[in-house]
């Protein structure tokens, strides 16, 4: 064995000759043939994370404030729980004008985009935080957060979930929660509506103004005089509505009420504003209340507009509290969602939310449906609510199978004209090849010619 020492040529073997200041390192002789460097020193080698990939939930998320086409389903990470929260499996979702206002950017700071739509869910508690008292998994409820509703699964803080009474179906849940709550704080809270009374009330055909008729009428003689567009009027008489006047929105409403009641109306509910609100405030009797709880008037096309915002504030007078005060009547306004999310006001909700759940099972009110949707047709539920045509509360199935697509006559018209194309070439094909055979024939015709050969008349002819 010689001095500098050997190296045998086989796996795993040490390499000799190691400097003493090797910090404990060995060079060792992979399977491969490759020099890997060996760390025993006294941290431990961090072995490889591996990454669990996360669950994905539909959801509808808009993607930017504009149109129907900003408005997406789209796969989003099942969303984690804090102490405080519930995990909800949405089986239903309420859909409300206040949804198409987020949707066009027309509300007073919305999140930035992208983000999931929706403030209105019902469905079964999946888990529930460490600090969660009060409910327990599969727990039947409805709840309000301020959007994320519109997905199959949402986290909500307890504040804003409530318990569902029994026979209450998750639908009709869907249906109640808004849309009542709001109803009874303004009849009951606000408008203090009592016996012999009289209301007119907007929209009176959606789902809010359902909400309202179906209230008014658990007190004796009210009279309630509804406005809204003159298509839905033959379908609300149809349903025996109870209501007691309809008249058609944009026509002189003022004129007409003052033909039933001289005297005017106790309480106006306005959900438009704009110019409404001078009109409501005209036709209130001494000691009328007109309530304004919407600005419906802000949406007039696809997308916001400036004018149609501006104009729904300069149509409005100003009001000073001594004119008040010499005609006996009163102003107010409602913002529920202010009063839920940004003036801690979910207590008081609770309570009312409560009400409307035993006007329920006592069987005083039942919500106006008008249909229900998959999310994947969530453009059409909206655009169909943009244009006024529903009566009752629209709502969303997470678990509902969406509509098939019709084909677009584009794609026919281009197939048509692609396959006309095609046959005009092929047509134009066959012309050039005529014309080639008959060239060619001729230029036979002048050669012979040309050789001294005599053509025939008949042959020429040909």
């Known amino acids: 064995m010689s001095a500098e020492g050997t190296q045998e040529n086989t796996n795993n073997v040490k390499v000799s000759g190691e400097e003493p200041n090797s910090d404990n390192k060995e060079k060792e002789i992979t399977e491969n043939g490759t020099n890997e460097t060996t760390n025993t020193g006294t941290e431990p080698v961090a072995e490889a994370e591996i990454e669990v990939p996360k669950k994905e939930m539909r959801a509808v998320v808009l993607t930017g404030f504009g149109g129907l086409k900003s408005v997406k389903i789209l796969k989003k990470p099942e969303p984690t729980i804090k102490e405080d929260e519930v995990l909800i499996r949405v089986k239903a979702c309420g859909l409300n004008f206040q949804d198409l206002m987020v949707r066009q950017g027309a509300i007073d700071s919305p999140p930035k985009c992208p983000f999931i739509l929706g403030f209105e869910c ?14 327990q998994v599969g727990d039947r409820v409805v709840a309000l957060p301020e959007y994320q509703a519109w997905a199959e ?11 569902l009474p029994k026979g209450l179906s998750y639908t009709d849940a869907a249906a109640l929660a808004i849309n009542y709550t709001l109803a009874y704080i303004l009849l009951f809270e606000i408008g203090t509506l009592s016996e ?10 959606g789902g809010v103004g359902q909400a309202v008729v179906q209230l008014a009428k658990t007190v004796p003689d009210v009279t309630i005089i509804g406005v809204c567009s003159k298509g839905k009027h033959e379908s609300l008489k149809a349903e025996n509505s109870p209501i007691d006047h309809l008249l058609e929105k944009g026509c002189d409403y003022v004129n007409e009420v003052k033909k039933s009641l001289p005297d005017g109306v106790d309480i106006v509910l306005d959900c438009l504003g704009g110019e409404e609100c001078n009109k409501g405030y005209n036709i209130l009797k001494p000691m009328g209340k007109y309530i304004l709880y919407g600005t419906a008037n802000v949406v007039t096309g696809e997308t916001k507009g400036f004018f149609s915002t501006a104009r729904c504030w300069w149509q409005v007078d100003k009001v000073s509290p001594l004119k008040l005060f010499d005609e006996n009547k009163t102003l107010a306004g409602f913002n529920l969602r202010h009063l ?12 009312i939310i409560l009400k409307v759940f035993q006007l329920y099972q006592d069987g005083k009110v039942k919500p106006q449906l008008d249909s229900v949707w998959a999310l994947e047709d969530v453009a059409d539920a ?17 678990s509902m199978e969406p509509k098939p697509k019709p084909a677009t006559p584009a794609k026919k018209d281009k197939k048509k004209q692609s396959s006309t194309e095609e046959k005009k070439e092929n047509d134009e ?11 060619e024939k001729k230029e036979e015709t002048v050669a012979n010619n040309s050789a001294g050969e005599p053509v025939a008349e008949g042959q020429e002819n040909k």
């Open 122 to 135: 019902a469905g079964e508690i999946e888990q529930i935080g460490e600090q969660v008292k009060d409910f």
């Open 153 to 163: 699964l949402v986290a909500v803080s307890t504040k804003y979930v409530f318990k």
């Open 196 to 205: 012999g009374k009289s209301i007119l009330v907007h929209s009176v055909g």
């Open 340 to 351: 839920l999310y940004h003036q801690n006001g979910a207590a008081y909700i609770n309570k």
């Open 382 to 398: 909206m655009q169909k609510m943009h244009d006024r045509k529903n009566i009752g509360k629209l709502v969303l199935d997470p």
């Open 429 to 439: 094909t066959k012309e050039e090849k005529k014309d080639e055979v008959v060239a």
